[in-house]
């Protein structure tokens, strides 16, 4: 791939050459480029990425009708890249929940569970749900972020005597509405 910057003969060209070269403008200049291969034949999963990127490209284009929004990912942008380009990934890339740590949860009021969250660009909420072994909900609530950004801990609120086999399962949800579920069995 080559990249032409302020050339007088590509200088704003854009578009396809008798079917071997591709034109196209980035933030930083001229790329010329070997055509895609396209083989015909699309499969289901094909299809589901399309229309999973379909909307991804309309909630970016929701994004840049916010100002507040808009710029929160334009912050986020690096060199050569739009607060679309930020509001695409993220909608692409759901949050990560890497760490439950259950060793604070004893089953008392106020005891901790503390949950390592990660995204792309910002968590906005992580959900605590703590039930018994025959799925029946002993509580649940929200976990509060601590400064770190990545770190949030949840204060149980109700005694639980029988801790044994009961799930600590955790919902965590980013700016575009993207929910990622993990669980912990005690």
Same mark, same amino acid.
């Given at each position: ?17 008798? $079917?071997?070269?591709?034109? @196209?403008?980035?933030?930083? $200049?001229?790329?010329? %480029?070997?055509?895609? @291969? &396209?083989?015909?034949? &699309? ?6 990425? @399309? @229309? ?6 309309? #909630? ?7 100002? /507040?929004?808009?710029?929160? #990912? ?6 050569? %890249? ?24 004893? $089953? ?16 906005? /909420? &992580? ?7 025959? $799925?029946?909900? &002993? ?10 950004? #990545? ?12 801790? /044994? ?18 669980? /912990?069995?005690?």
């Amino acid at each position: 791939m080559a990249k032409q910057k302020n050339n007088v003969v590509t200088h704003g060209l854009s578009g396809t050459i008798g $079917g071997q070269l591709v034109f @196209r403008q980035t933030a930083t $200049g001229t790329v010329v %480029q070997s055509p895609p @291969r &396209v083989s015909g034949k &699309v499969s289901e999963a094909q299809r589901a990425q @399309r @229309r999973r990127f379909q909307r991804a490209i309309l #909630y970016a284009g929701v994004v840049e009708l916010d100002p /507040e929004v808009n710029a929160d #990912y334009a912050s986020k942008a690096k060199k050569g %890249q739009t607060a679309r380009n930020v509001a695409v990934a993220d909608f692409l890339h759901a949050p990560d929940i890497d760490v439950i740590d259950v060793s604070g949860y004893h $089953g008392q009021p106020g005891d901790a569970i503390r949950i390592e969250v990660t995204d792309d660009f910002a968590v906005v /909420e &992580v959900k605590v749900v703590i039930a018994n072994t025959d $799925g029946t909900p &002993v509580e649940e609530g929200y976990a509060k972020q601590e400064a770190t950004g #990545y770190e949030w801990t949840y204060a149980a609120t109700v005694a639980n005597a029988s801790l /044994e086999g009961d799930r600590i399962e955790v919902y965590a949800s980013d700016t575009p509405g993207n929910i990622t579920k993990a669980e /912990e069995t005690l």
